[in-house]
């Protein structure tokens, strides 16, 4: 470049052609690494150098543009030397324009979120070019609300076209949104109910901030949509997107100026609202060295140690209890009840097997009548301790109602998550007593609505597989703990195969295999789960059998986490059926499996799914090896 | 060794309904009987006779709707009660009748108890909750005349007056209004220019009920917390925290100073009376006998102190009466 005096003219398009083709076989990092930094400087502030740079870009042929293109994009350290180097570009060139507006926010999406700062505050700069950053919003959230893309793109591709749709948000201004008002109030509520309707919490959360920052704009006035959920790292980058950061960008940041009013606006109320009322300062007693406090000490005080705080009784007895919950009007009774029963129903085991089916009944309904902390959890321990204590009727009462009429989705959901709870509390008795909270914290799922269960599973499983894996290369390894006779092994037929049994059956209210596919997926993890533990048990063949057929009808469905759930029974049936079984039984049935799980392992969109599929084919190998290593 | 604290010197029994409201009538020379009024949630006004123990009397003048307020006005013979029929009745108890002479419709559908003071012979204020909701109305009895309502000013948010005490600093001079509110503020009013003069927050929950010392110009409120708030007037007329005093068991209904200003009683929602010294708030007794929560406490206002008594009415219809502290 020390070649070019300024201002010559010189024909640029040979560099242009050598610039294109270096980039085109795949040289960018070295020339560009180069060419950019040093453009940068001299474009700083030469007009003749910005001019000759974009005359170079410009010259570049078309089939080498794409490369180059995104080479200075994701060079550029900022919007503003972007725009110095690349000018009008995407505006002259239409292979430019598409690389820019189409291929590196639709068809791409493995950019950083500085990439895309970048990016979309390029196109922001210029008067011209502004006009395609309401067309590029406008694209962003079609494919961000269409149903399709939610359901099968994966979840890191919404996550970046969330995170262009925030910038873009953050760069336009007002008058820019009022004109297109109406799409993004349509594109807005399409792309909500898609969201929503996901079953994973991370893509439904990403359609809530979405939402929320694209209403916060549209209207300044009045009530902005604002949703419930926790704030994580993800969501608090996402949000930070929306403010402007000054470099970026030379238009006064509106967004910035809303919040200072607000501000201000809040400063007046304070200071009124102290005038009148005085707030409590101490006044220190002078009387306290008087003499005259004398005649108070003739007062001789009585005994007060039975002075304490005053506990309602919670009923000692079993039928008390249920007493209580079905009539009693006292709410105090009733909060004590509600804390004591658990604690009763592990004292008195023989009691509760009188009434255990009526005690369900009662929890499985039972809805909170003041606000104690903690209700859920207390009642779900009180089923899973009624549960434990009388498996068999209990169990029985708790599947036949999953498939009842007229219960609620939480409900349905909370039979699962009980099930679930006593029969790991069944299969493994050592961890109820004193070590209940901090031993069993690994395994106990969580309770609380929408929170993925599968997660510490997986994580079980893997521990699981590991140590099976060394068991395999090492010999024996001697991590056995205290034995207890596992009470799950006689029960664990009754959990399992009612709630396997009517799947497919449409209820008015209630659809596993259409509208209700949240509680299909909650139900298709409860069943891997259930598998899991029923492992050295007598009904662990059958029930193989029967959920590898469950699966194999569901192996398609179209939702991510029902296939996780399919993906974890699978792992769950190879853990747990002793291996001869497997092969002896199952033989056809896991070879068409492993072809079908080769397909999820290179196609699924979703990459829990692909890990899943890929860990049960190396549980497949495991299997077949070790059976192999064994002479027969 | 402290004693254990004493037990009731006697119980009445009889009113079938919990007991808000109690009112001691003992002053009169023998061969008056002293009496005990109370006020019911079945409507009655019992009574009772302090030497038979007994009822004499019941008084049925609202409707059957809870009355949670009696005072005499001079004597036993006449007396003023307030109930949930939105009504305070006058009732002329000479000679055995039991008619109600005169009613003042407040249209108050709250619990706040009304305040009578005597501002001189055969004239009383009385001070009430009116029919708006941040609103005070005092009256003038036997007239019925208005004398003034007490307004807050727009967006003071107190909420409802909770308990009221009308007081004078001596014979005489103007009367003054302390009203506690649901915002848990107490507020000192001059009634005869209907004028806020001092505010203060005592409380996070309502005040639910307040008694004053106009010699000592110090008082001490309740609320439905665990704590108690004595403060003081100063002579600028402004309220000031003298200091606080933290209970086991949150709740407190009523709150009375004895006459001799020695000794303080509250009423407890954990049915619980408990005795303060007045000077430095003390604590001398919990007296536990109640199996609910106890309403209201009275002392009696008897010539000879050793004859004094303390009253305690509760939700469990039962009147404890104690005697307590009664050497001078």
């Known amino acids: ?632 | 060794m402290a004693l254990p604290p004493p037990d009731p010197q006697f119980v009445l029994r009889g009113t079938s309904a919990a007991v808000h409201t109690l009112h001691f009538s003992c002053a009169g020379q023998e061969p008056d009987t002293p009496v005990l009024f109370s006020g019911s949630e079945n409507g009655f006004i019992h009574v009772w006779n302090l030497k038979t123990h007994r009822v004499d009397t019941a008084l049925d003048g609202h409707g059957r709707k809870s009355v949670y307020c009696v005072e005499t006005m001079g004597g036993k013979d006449r007396l003023l009660s307030q109930g949930r029929d939105q009504r305070i009745c006058l009732w002329d108890l000479a000679e055995g009748r039991t008619a109600v002479t005169d009613s003042v419709c407040t249209e108050h559908v709250g619990f706040c108890r009304c305040s009578l003071l005597k501002v001189a012979q055969g004239r009383w204020l009385v001070a009430t909750a009116a029919k708006g909701l941040e609103q005070v109305q005092v009256l003038e009895l036997p007239s019925k005349t208005s004398v003034c309502t007490l307004k807050p000013e727009m967006g003071a948010k107190l909420g409802m007056p909770m308990c009221l005490k009308l007081w004078q600093f001596s014979c005489g001079s103007q009367p003054l209004l302390l009203a506690g509110y649901e915002d848990g503020s107490v507020v000192l009013w001059n009634v005869t220019m209907g004028k806020v003069l001092s505010q203060l927050v005592c409380h996070q929950e309502p005040v639910m009920s307040l008694d004053f010392d106009s010699e000592k110009a110090k008082g001490i409120s309740g609320s439905s917390e665990k704590v108690l708030c004595i403060w003081s007037l100063n002579e600028q007329q402004n309220l000031q925290v003298y200091k606080t005093h933290k209970l086991v068991n949150a709740g407190i209904s009523g709150i009375t100073i004895r006459p001799d200003k020695r000794i303080l009683a509250t009423a407890g929602w954990d049915h619980r009376i408990r005795i303060f010294g007045w000077k430095k708030l003390k604590p001398l007794a919990v007296l536990d006998y109640h199996t609910a929560t106890v309403h209201c406490v009275s002392f009696s206002d008897h010539r000879n102190p050793r004859e004094r008594l303390l009253a305690a009415g509760s939700k469990d219809h039962r009147i404890s009466v104690w005697s307590i502290y009664t050497e001078t």
């Open chain 1, 1 to 632: 470049l020390s070649l070019f005096p300024g201002g010559s003219d010189c024909s640029i398009s040979f560099i242009s052609h050598v610039l294109g083709k270096v980039c085109i076989h795949g040289r960018q990092k070295e020339i560009l690494g180069v060419l950019v930094p040093a453009l940068t400087e001299l474009t700083r502030s030469d007009c003749i150098w910005q001019r000759i740079c974009w005359q170079l870009l410009e010259r570049v042929p078309d089939r080498c543009m794409e490369p180059v293109v995104l080479g200075f994009v994701q060079r550029a350290p900022g919007a503003d030397v972007l725009s110095r180097l690349l000018g009008n570009l995407v505006v002259k060139n239409k292979k430019a324009q598409f690389v820019v507006t189409q291929k590196v926010l639709l068809l791409q999406y493995s950019h950083t979120t500085a990439v895309l700062q970048t990016l979309l505050g390029y196109l922001s700069l210029d008067g011209l070019r502004r006009a395609l950053l309401l067309t590029v919003l406008q694209e962003l959230l079609d494919t961000w609300g269409s149903s399709s893309a939610v359901k099968h793109s994966p979840p890191e591709q919404q996550l970046y076209i969330s995170k262009a749709i925030l910038i873009c948000l953050s760069l336009l201004k007002e008058p820019e949104i009022e004109s297109c008002r109406q799409e993004l109030l349509a594109g807005m509520m399409e792309g909500v109910k898609c969201h929503l309707d996901s079953s994973l919490p991370r893509l439904r959360r990403l359609g809530m901030v979405v939402a929320e920052a694209i209403s916060s704009r549209l209207s300044t006035e009045g009530p902005a949509l604002k949703f419930e959920y926790e704030d994580d790292d993800e969501t608090r980058e996402l949000k930070s997107l929306l403010v402007q950061t000054p470099s970026l960008c030379a238009v006064p940041s509106l967004p910035d100026d809303d919040r200072s009013e607000e501000a201000a606006a809040a400063q007046p109320l304070v200071p009124e609202g102290n005038k009148k009322s005085q707030t409590a300062a101490p006044v220190m007693p002078e009387e306290e060295s008087d003499a005259e406090l004398d005649s108070d000490d003739d007062l001789v005080p009585y005994d007060m140690s039975e002075d304490k705080e005053l506990k309602t009784k919670a009923p000692v007895y079993i039928r008390d209890c249920i007493e209580v919950l079905t009539g009693s009007e006292d709410v105090d009774k009733w909060e004590a009840t509600v804390r004591a029963l658990e604690g009763l129903v592990r004292r008195n085991p023989a009691a509760t097997r009188e009434v255990s089916v009526e005690l369900a009944k009662i929890l499985l309904h039972l809805e909170e009548k003041t606000c104690i902390e903690g209700f859920v959890e207390l009642r779900q321990r009180a089923q899973v301790a009624v549960l434990t204590t009388d498996p068999i009727p209990v169990s029985k009462y708790l599947t036949s109602q999953f498939y009842s009429l007229n219960y609620s989705l939480r409900q349905r959901m909370d039979i699962l998550d009980v099930l679930v709870l006593a029969a790991q509390e069944l299969s493994c008795p050592k961890f109820h007593g004193k070590t209940k909270h901090s031993g069993a914290q690994k395994l106990h799922i969580q309770l609380l609505p929408g929170s993925d269960s599968s997660k510490d599973w997986r994580r079980i499983v893997d521990e699981r597989i590991k140590s099976k894996t060394r068991r395999f290369h090492t010999g024996h390894c001697p991590m056995e703990v205290a034995s207890s006779p596992n009470e799950f092994s006689s029960v664990a037929g009754h959990f399992f195969f009612p709630l396997i049994q009517h799947f497919d059956r449409p209820l008015t209210t209630f659809d596993l295999l259409g509208e209700d596919h949240l509680v299909l997926g909650r139900l298709v993890h409860t069943l891997a789960v259930l598998m899991y533990l029923a492992v050295n048990t007598v009904a662990v063949t059958a029930m193989g059998k029967a959920l590898l057929e469950f699966v194999w009808t569901l192996r398609f469905h179209t939702d991510s986490y029902v296939r996780q759930g399919l993906l974890s029974c699978v792992s769950s049936l190879l853990l747990s059926v002793p291996a001869q079984l497997l092969l002896t039984d199952m033989t056809e049935e896991l070879l068409e499996a492993q072809s079908w799980l080769g397909d999820v392992v290179e196609k699924d969109p979703d990459g829990d799914c692909r890990r899943l599929a890929l860990q049960n084919l190396l549980l497949m190998e495991n299997l077949k090896k070790k059976l192999e290593a064994v002479p027969s």
